[in-house]
């Protein structure tokens, strides 16, 4: 993730997160040398805009630009003298834009470049880092001159949900929200508020906040809104039950009294009293991206980052294969998107190429959990490490069994020792070195029946060498073992799974 952050940083496109066009900035030299390519004889003007598309009569601003020494102003698209437009008032009521004229120059060979720059220097002042040249806009920083939005450095913090500069500021970079269910806080809508229906004031803590503290406010919320706290909340309209949950006026409403005091306690005792009538939501701002909407808006080969990680392995590695920067950008982008492919090579060596890089590591099987470190472990490329893993093969479909076994050589061959408590059969056979212990499970085993090479276990007469040299089988009796009918290669049945929330599930079909 630390790569794609620094891909993100260097070579993203950014967009306006609110109206979706592309930004760009521009330097004073590139403006300039914009500008010198417009045919000769053209008029410029040097416009700096200190009002774009907002409501007023802005009679201020006005003042202060003709205290500024400024002779006219181009107001909605029509020129003015600085004092003419004073005294036009503008309807308060409507949106304006407004902007200075800074200079006015004919483009032509013997063009006074100096006097170019300082004009466009005091339009980009005047503007806070935009200037119009005619109706051209630039701007030195990324903003939308439609939206008026304006977006941070693209820097690899930007796209860290661990850092306050690209988390979310909904949900802190979490992706999911705790937020107080009305559900739980009234749970029995037959009781009466009186009767202790807001069950979080009725049983509570004192520092939570018990009913008696808030009565004296709920009597005046009912009286105010003609209801009674003595019938069943029911009986109540939304309209009241609604301003009981979230507040109306000085009533700061049920759900946000608990919400609030959730995160301004410093009692975990009270904090872990309030959740019990919070559930976890998916962010509505990020939707669960667990980015700011500015760093969503940024993309590299027309994907956002938060879209490159909800793709699985093998998919993301074909995106980066397939991504073509621009000319300028290769120098910097070829050695990023090789180290990245190559990480996600690893991934896919270890028989996880149906992982999206976005799962979180608590949602991972053992087996999974293994591997990735394995992986990391590749990468790194270190020496004379003793690994001892444990079933690094659970969970694994039988055709990645060889591409796991590959990168366990590889990670002997750099150097190092590698230990495998493992039952496969496959990966027995391509052992360098095997230790049988037994010779039985549990309390019946314990000692060492057999060590040496695979190929001597099997002609050793212990059980795991009866087994997989095939001297031993597994009985198959078909009269006690259930297996699925045959399917028909136009059969129309399928397999609904519904509300699987754990781990993975790896079918093969045929």
Known sequence: YDYLRLLFARIGK?????????????????IVEQILKLKTKTEIAILGPVIRGR???????????????FVRVRIDGILHRVEEAIALSLDRKKKHNIEVVVDRLISNKDLDRSRLVDSLETGLKLGK????????????????????????ELEPRLFSFN?????????????????????????????????????PWAHASHKVGRQGYFWWQLSDLAEEYNFSLDQPVKNL??????????????????????????HETDSEYTRSEIAEYMIERICEVCQGKRLKPEALAVTVGGESIAQVVELPISRAQEFFRNLKPKNSELKIANPIVKEIINRLQFLIDVGLNYLTLDRKAATLAGGE?????????????????????????????????????????????????VVICEH???TIRKADWTIDIGPGAGKHGGRIVFQGTPKELLKSRTLTGDYLSGRKKVDYNPSTT??????????????IIKKAAEHNFLISWG
């Open 14 to 30: 950014p967009h306006c997160p609110k109206c979706g066009k592309e930004v760009s900035r521009q330097t004073i030299d590139q």
């Open 55 to 69: 409501k007023g009569e802005h009679q201020g601003i006005l003042e202060e630009i003709q205290r500024g020494g």
């Open 129 to 152: 880092g935009m200037v119009m040249v005619n109706d051209l806009v630039f701007s030195e920083h990324f903003a939308c001159e439609e939206c008026g939005i304006s977006l941070p």
């Open 163 to 199: 850092s306050p500069y690209g988390a979310c500021p909904a949900c802190q970079g979490l992706g999911k929200k705790l937020e107080v269910a009305p559900s739980l806080v009234i749970p029995n809508l037959n009781l009466s508020i009186a009767e202790g229906a807001i069950f």
């Open 237 to 262: 309209s939304k309209k009241i039950l609604d301003i009981i949950l979230y507040g109306s006026g000085s009533f700061e409403g049920v759900i946000p009294s608990l919400e609030r005091r959730y």
């Open 369 to 417: 959990e293994q591997r990735i470190r394995l992986a990391t472990q590749i990468g790194s490329k270190l020496t004379g490490v003793l690994y001892i893993l444990d079933e690094p093969s659970v969970g694994l479909h039988a055709r990645d069994q060889g591409r796991l076994i590959e990168t366990l050589k590889k990670l002997r061959d750099l150097g190092n020792t």
């Open 424 to 426: 496969d059969p496959q």
């Open 482 to 495: 259930r297996t699925p009918p045959p399917v028909s290669p136009k059969s129309q049945d399928y397999l």
